[in-house]
């Protein structure tokens, strides 16, 4: 069993929390933004930054090729309507997508967006780290976690209209 603190402060205990995720043992604040045969998408439980969605495997593997032609079809075709959805409907101009196959969760990408704010920790990939802890040490308040909520609304109901 692994240790994860939520963005809400929580921490729970489980083997894989994509598992724990996708199987709806672990209710993501705010729901699921968008469901497949093969994914789900939901906005990232451990940091409070609006429209930080993370897109995960329902099955237990850990890398890109072992995905089938038919999850391949849907993981870009789901990707690019969450991209969409989350320039349309939250204005996001830019966003970082991070997948790495070490991980302790199985397949899933982040999508990471963007806002001026970041910049003050820099402009590159190693920005991110600093970024994600401010969110969870800084941003886990009241007022921004209503605004979080609020996006995954607008973001869920782009999505499934």
């Known amino acids: 069993m692994r240790k994860t603190i939520l ?15 996708t199987s709806g043992l672990i209710e993501p604040d705010g729901g699921v933004v968008i469901e ?12 409070p930054i609006k ?16 995905l089938t032609e038919a999850e391949k079809l849907d993981y870009v ?14 204005n996001i101009e830019h966003v970082y997508y991070f997948y790495n196959e070490d991980t302790i969760h199985h397949f899933h990408t982040w999508m990471v967006p963007r806002y ?4 003050d920790f820099g402009r590159s990939i190693e920005s991110i780290r600093p970024v994600l802890l401010h969110a969870r040490n800084n941003m886990n308040n009241e007022a921004n976690m209503k605004e979080v909520l609020s996006a995954i609304e607008n973001l ?6």
């Open 36 to 47: 497949t045969e093969y994914f789900h998408a939901h906005q990232d439980v451990a940091y």
């Open 116 to 119: 001026e704010w970041m910049y």
């Open 77 to 90: 075709n789901l990707l690019t309507k969450i991209r969409q959805a989350q320039r349309e409907v939250l």
């Open 7 to 21: 963005s809400n402060g929580k921490s729970v205990e489980v083997e894989c929390l994509s598992c724990a995720l």
């Open 156 to 161: 869920t109901k782009e999505l499934n209209s």
């Open 51 to 66: 429209g930080l969605i993370i897109l995960a495997s329902k099955r237990h593997i850990k890398c890109f090729d072992e």
